[in-house]
């Protein structure tokens, strides 16, 4: 009798494990797929169009000289005019930013000997009376400059037209989305993403300033439009 007890108890602690497994066993079966929510995306655009109050003009020294000083020191001169000339004007000295310096050798027909050097040296005019802007450029080149790289108008609060144009791009989006709602037979529900795809200005033509003529008439500048563009896309949750 002993032999059968003593394997009669393995058998039943066998059985005890099996019994605790299986349900464990069960619980690992794959659930039912959840329903998939239903969404729709859009994507919104804007354009806002303002008149720019500020205006960045670059202007500059171009000299010549035999030696790498001389055409520095020529041109350190030179700027020095320049930028007297425009605080006489009536700027403030914040106003001015150097932009650009540079110095390099001028090489003769062989390519291979150096025959004098020449120096550049641009800043960056911050005008924001733009009644003034021809007026200025006139006192600059009166005072010495001979180079300048152009205009830049701009907006000076342009975070304020950022923002109208992105909340103008999203009214876009929305508008987009209720259509394809609509056409699904369904409403539109909570936002679950926006996302901002572009953002910033429109470059306007370049525009030329007009030379002064011999009546000394100031050079004229015409400011354009700007233009500031936005793009997001947005989704929702359909209900």
Known sequence: MKPNLKW??????????????LPSIA??????PATQARTVSTTGVAIVRSA??????????????DTAQGAMDRNAELMSD????????GLREDQLATATLNLWPRWGDDGQDVVGFTAENQITVTVRDLDRVGTIIDRAVGAG???????????SESNAAADEALTEAVGDARRKAELLAQAGAAELGEVVTITELSSGG????????????ADGAATQVLPPTLESQVSVSVTWSLV
């Open 8 to 21: 009669g108890v393995p058998g039943v602690v066998l059985g005890l494990v099996v019994a605790l497994t």
């Open 27 to 32: 619980q690992e079966d794959p659930a039912e």
């Open 52 to 65: 720019p109050d500020e205006a960045l003009v670059t202007l500059g020294v171009h000299t010549d000289a």
């Open 82 to 89: 320049v930028i007297l000339a425009l605080l006489d004007e």
């Open 145 to 155: 400059a001979n180079l300048t790289s152009g205009i830049a108008f701009r907006v």
């Open 202 to 213: 429109i470059s306007p033509p370049v525009v030329y300033a007009e030379a002064a003529g």
